[in-house]
Nanobody, 121 residues
Framework: QVQLVESGGGLVQAGGSLRLSCAAS????????GNWYRQAPGKQRELVAA???????NYADSVKGRFTISTDNAKNTVYLQMNSLKPEDTAVYYC???????????????WGKGTLVTVSS
């Protein structure tokens, strides 16, 4: 079973920066797609950023130009660099990875438990 551990959340002031990490452990041959979602109180979970194994990235309009998603396949880790943070970015952030295990060809989705990001005004 692949386990995802998120870290890097915390309390920051508006305009500050934070880097979230999602470290995967277990039998992982490749990370096919990495996603960061967030869910604010009373709101639906939304996709914030996504990266494919080919390096293509996509971002929610609300974070374009401020957030950057990246991967370090050697470490089986996906990052989310968050700059120019706004109070509206406050949410629990979840990583979601589609990975292929060693000796396998199909991918499987895994979810982290989330890390809280709070941005004060």
């Amino acid at each position: 079973q692949v386990q995802l551990v998120e870290s890097g959340g915390g309390l920051v002031q508006a305009g500050g920066s934070l880097r979230l990490s999602c470290a995967a452990s277990g039998s992982i041959f490749s990370i096919n797609r990495g996603n960061w979602y967030r869910q604010a109180p009373g709101k639906q979970r939304e996709l914030v950023a996504a990266v494919t194994s080919g390096g293509s990235t996509n971002y929610a309009d609300s974070v374009k130009g401020r957030f950057t998603i990246s991967t370090d396949n050697a470490k089986n880790t996906v990052y989310l660099q968050m700059n120019s943070l706004k109070p509206e970015d406050t949410a629990v952030y979840y990583c979601n990875l589609n990975t292929t295990g060693w000796g396998r060809r199909d991918g499987t989705d895994y979810w982290g438990k989330g890390t809280l990001v709070t941005v004060s005004s």
